[in-house]
C-alpha cells in the first residue's frame, strides 16, 4: 500500500505500464520495484530451475529483481524508474538476444578528485574538496544523493522540511549545502572498471565514460548481511534495508504482514518506522540480548557517547511494546515457507553457539525482513589492489590506513563503511578529513583550518567508540551457515546448495577458488557479494588455513553486469582506453 510519512505528500503525476501486459498505476519518481511492491507483486523473474525471485537487497547488489523492459534490455527494478508507456516483463532465461536493447555512447571526462558513493561519507569528502575549490566529481548508482543511511523521499515527491525526522532533515541539508557549492555530481551511474593510468570505466543510462583522475575517494558504503535459510528466495523475503527504502525513498509498504529478524538495531528501527505507517509488525526476532544485566554498562556508555541515538532506540522499543508487537530476544527466524511467496516463518530460540532448538513457533506473514549487519563494499580498493586484512571479530576485510584514511596507493582514500563498518557519523568523519587531506595534496595549501580537522577527529573517536558498546550490547552468536539445511540455497544467483558445497569441500579443495569452480558459487551475477563469506569459512573450517584478504571471491571486471552496448561504445574507439589492465589484484 502507498503510505506518507511526516513531511512528505504526494502531488505526483500518475502514469501507467504494462508488466506482462497487465497494466499497472505509478507515480512520477516510482522506480519499477516501488510500483509493482504497491500493487503486490512480488515475484519478478523465475531462475533456470523455475522457482521465483523477486526484490531482494533492494539497492541493486543481488541482481535478484532483473526485469526485461523494452528498448532497454535487462534492468535492475529497484534501481529502474517507471516511464510512462514502459513495457515492462518477468526476465527470460537463456541466451536470446534482448530486443531494442539501448545503445551506449562514450565519452571521456578528467578531474582532479573523484569521489565514487553518495552516502555520508561521500558527501562529507565531496564537501571538503568543494570548499577547497578542488576540482571535484562525485558519482552514485541512486538517482539522488543520500545513500542507504540518508535515503531521500523519491523526486518530485513535495516535502514540508519542519515536518521530516531528523534523518530526514539531516541528509536533505547536508546534501543542500554541497550542491550550493558546485562540484561535479553524476548520479545513476555505476563505476564497473578500473584501469591503469588512474582511469575507471562508469556508465550511466545511456553512455559509458572514461573518467580519469588524479586523486580517489572510494565511499561506497555496505550492503546487507544475510544469513542462509530454508526459503530466503523466497519472493517476499527481503533485506530490511530494502523494506526501509521502499517506505522512506518510495512511500511504500510493501505488505499487509511483517516479521522483522537479525541482529542489530536497524532491525527495531524498521519495525518502529513501518509501525508508525499503519503497517502490522506481527513480530521481531533479534539474535542477540541487548537488554539483559551483561549489556547494562554498554547500553549505558551509548548515551554518554550519542545521547540522542541511545534516546531513538529506547523510542523504538517503547512504541513496539505499547503496540503489542512481540519481541523475541536471543531467537531468529529458521525456516520460510510459502507457494511462491511468504507466507509463513519458523522462530526458534539460538543457543551461545548460534545452533537453533528444536522447538519452533510457526508465525504467519507476508514479508519476511532480514538483517544481520552489514558488509564492506570494497570491490573497487581490492581491484586496485589495495592492501586489507581480515577483522576476525567482525568477520570482514578492513583496508589498511593511514590517520587521513589514505590506503596503500598513496592518491586513494577509502572512508565510510566500505572501510569496516563504523556507522554514519563514522563516516561523516572520516569523509571530511580524507577530503582535507585531499584537498591539501591537490592545492599544496593547508585550506581548512586545524580545529576544523581536530573536530572531525573528535567525532570520528567518538562515533566509534559508541559502535564499539553498541555492537558488545548487540553481540549474537555466529550464525553462517547453522541456521541453513542440505538443501538451502547458498549462493542465491547460481542456486548452489549447503549439500553442493560441502561435497566440494569433502572432495579436497584447498581454496575458495578451487570450489568456484566446481560448484559455480560465486559467478553469478552478484559476484558472490552474499555467499563468499559463507564459502570462506566453510574453507577455513575444512582446511585450517587461515582467512586473508585472498579468502574471498576476487572482484572481477565488470564489478556490476552491465550492457553488451556498453563495452561495445568503448571498443568502437579507435584508442581503445581499457588496456592495459591494472595488475595486482587477485585472480581466483
Request: aromatic share 6%; charged share 20%.
Amino acid at each position: 500500500m502507498r503510505t506518507n510519512l511526516p513531511g512528505i505528500s504526494d502531488q505526483r503525476r500518475m502514469i501507467s505500464f504494462t508488466f506482462e501486459d497487465r497494466s499497472i498505476k505509478a507515480f512520477e519518481g516510482d522506480t519499477i520495484a516501488a510500483a509493482m511492491s504497491a500493487e503486490e507483486i512480488v515475484t519478478l523473474r523465475k531462475e533456470p530451475k523455475g522457482t521465483p525471485r523477486g526484490v531482494y537487497c533492494g539497492m541493486g547488489v543481488c541482481q535478484d529483481c532483473i526485469v526485461d523492459v523494452e528498448g532497454v534490455g535487462k534492468a535492475r527494478a529497484c534501481m529502474t524508474k517507471v516511464a510512462d508507456g514502459m513495457v515492462v516483463g518477468r526476465s527470460r532465461q537463456g541466451r536470446q538476444p534482448v530486443v531494442g536493447q539501448a545503445r551506449f555512447e562514450s565519452d571521456e571526462r578528467s578531474v582532479d578528485t573523484l569521489v565514487v558513493g553518495g552516502g555520508p561519507a561521500g558527501i562529507a569528502a565531496a564537501t571538503a574538496l568543494a570548499v577547497a575549490g578542488v576540482d571535484t566529481l562525485l558519482i552514485d548508482e541512486r538517482h539522488q544523493l543520500g545513500g542507504q543511511y540518508f535515503k531521500q523521499p523519491a523526486e518530485p515527491f513535495t516535502i514540508n522540511v519542519a515536518n521530516l525526522d531528523r534523518q530526514f532533515r539531516s541528509g536533505r541539508e547536508k546534501i543542500a549545502r554541497l550542491m550550493a557549492l558546485g562540484p561535479g555530481v553524476m548520479l545513476g551511474t555505476t563505476l564497473w572498471g578500473t584501469f591503469s593510468g588512474n582511469r575507471v570505466a562508469v556508465s550511466s543510462a545511456s553512455k559509458t565514460t572514461i573518467i580519469t583522475y588524479k586523486r580517489l575517494i572510494i565511499a561506497t558504503g555496505a550492503y546487507e548481511r544475510s544469513i542462509p535459510i530454508s526459503g530466503w528466495t523466497l519472493p517476499g523475503s527481503m533485506t530490511t534495508g530494502a523494506v526501509q527504502t521502499l517506505l522512506r525513498s518510495s512511500q511504500i509498504v510493501p505488505g499487509k504482514r511483517f516479521f522483522v529478524t537479525g541482529n542489530g538495531p536497524l532491525n527495531l528501527q524498521v519495525a518502529y518506522e513501518l509501525v508508525k505507517a499503519g503497517a502490522r509488525v506481527v513480530g521481531v526476532a533479534e539474535a542477540g540480548h541487548p537488554i539483559s544485566p551483561r549489556s547494562v554498562f554498554d547500553v549505558a556508555a551509548l548515551a554518554r557517547y550519542a545521547p540522542d541515538l541511545a534516546v531513538d532506540g529506547l523510542r523504538y522499543l517503547s512504541l513496539l511494546t505499547a503496540k503489542g508487537v512481540p519481541i523475541h530476544f536471543g531467537q531468529a527466524v529458521v525456516a520460510a515457507e510459502g507457494n511462491d511467496r511468504v507466507e509463513r516463518v519458523h522462530l526458534a530460540k539460538i543457543d551461545e553457539n548460534g545452533k537453533p532448538h528444536a522447538d519452533v513457533k510457526v508465525v504467519s506473514t507476508d514479508i519476511l525482513c532480514a538483517g544481520y549487519g552489514f558488509n564492506p563494499s570494497n570491490e573497487i580498493a581490492r581491484a586496485l589492489g589495495c592492501e586489507h586484512t581480515f577483522d576476525h571479530d567482525r568477520s570482514v576485510l578492513v583496508p589498511v590506513r593511514d590517520d587521513s584514511f589514505r590506503s596503500s596507493l598513496s592518491d586513494v582514500w577509502i572512508v565510510g563503511d566500505c572501510a569496516g563498518l563504523g556507522g554514519a557519523r563514522a563516516a561523516m568523519a572520516s569523509g571530511a578529513i580524507a577530503g582535507i587531506a585531499a584537498a591539501r595534496g591537490a592545492t599544496g595549501q593547508v585550506g581548512h583550518a586545524e580545529s576544523e580537522l581536530r573536530a572531525e577527529r573528535t567525532k570520528y573517536v567518538r562515533a566509534t567508540r559508541f559502535q564499539e558498546r553498541l555492537w558488545r550490547a548487540y553481540h549474537a552468536p555466529a550464525l553462517g551457515t547453522k541456521l541453513a539445511g542440505d538443501q538451502t540455497l547458498i549462493c542465491r544467483c547460481e542456486s548452489v546448495s549447503l549439500g553442493d558445497l560441502e561435497q566440494a569441500c569433502r572432495s579436497g579443495v584447498q581454496t575458495i577458488g578451487a570450489v568456484k569452480r566446481l560448484t559455480r558459487a560465486g559467478m553469478g551475477p552478484c559476484q558472490g557479494r552474499f555467499c563468499s563469506h559463507n564459502v570462506a569459512q566453510m574453507v577455513h573450517e575444512r582446511t585450517g588455513a587461515p582467512i586473508t584478504e585472498f579468502s574471498l571471491f576476487a572482484p572481477r571486471l565488470p564489478f556490476k553486469p552491465q550492457p553488451i552496448s556498453a563495452f561495445e561504445a568503448l571498443a568502437n574507439r579507435r584508442d581503445d582506453p581499457l588496456y592495459p589492465l591494472e595488475k595486482g589484484a587477485p585472480v581466483d
